[in-house]
């Protein structure tokens, strides 16, 4: 496995973090400031910044973490073109089943979400 797919994964990891420990800092850390994130929930279109997205995992209290709830993330896919990548992650995330379709940079040697679009399977 190349650097660049395990520096990819590694943010991924921080990624589910963010979800998973409702951290703010952590969707901060794996987001490029300007990244958007949308998609489709079952109440319809969602579009929103990064500081808007952590806003809303940090509020997701208790954490499903401090809860006790199972981790479910899976990397499904991972393909790097240069200096950019797109992955396709499933997770598992308040009582939703999403695959994410996250598409990287990297910028000053550091990968960096760009943007995130996520689908609701179940």
């Known amino acids: 496995m190349s650097t660049d797919h395990q520096e990819i994964e590694n943010v991924i990891q921080v990624y589910f973090a963010c979800m998973y420990e409702s951290s703010s800092d952590k969707a901060h850390a794996a987001f490029h400031p300007d990244a958007w994130i949308s998609g489709y929930l079952p109440n319809g279109y969602q579009?929103?910044?990064?500081?808007?997205?952590?806003?809303?995992?940090?509020?997701?209290?208790?954490?499903?973490?401090?809860?006790?709830?199972?981790?479910?993330?899976?990397?499904?896919?991972?393909?790097?073109?240069?200096?950019t990548a797109v992955a396709?992650?499933?997770?598992?995330?308040?009582?939703?089943?999403?695959?994410?379709?996250?598409?990287?940079?990297?910028?000053?040697?550091?990968?960096?979400?760009?943007?995130?679009?996520?689908?609701v399977e179940a």
């Open 88 to 119: 396709r992650v499933r997770d598992a995330y308040l009582g939703l089943v999403f695959l994410d379709t996250l598409s990287f940079i990297k910028l000053e040697g550091q990968w960096l979400i760009l943007n995130k679009l996520f689908h």
């Open 47 to 83: 579009h929103m910044t990064v500081s808007e997205f952590g806003d809303f995992v940090a509020a997701q209290q208790p954490s499903p973490k401090s809860k006790g709830e199972p981790a479910r993330f899976e990397i499904i896919s991972l393909e790097v073109a240069g200096q």
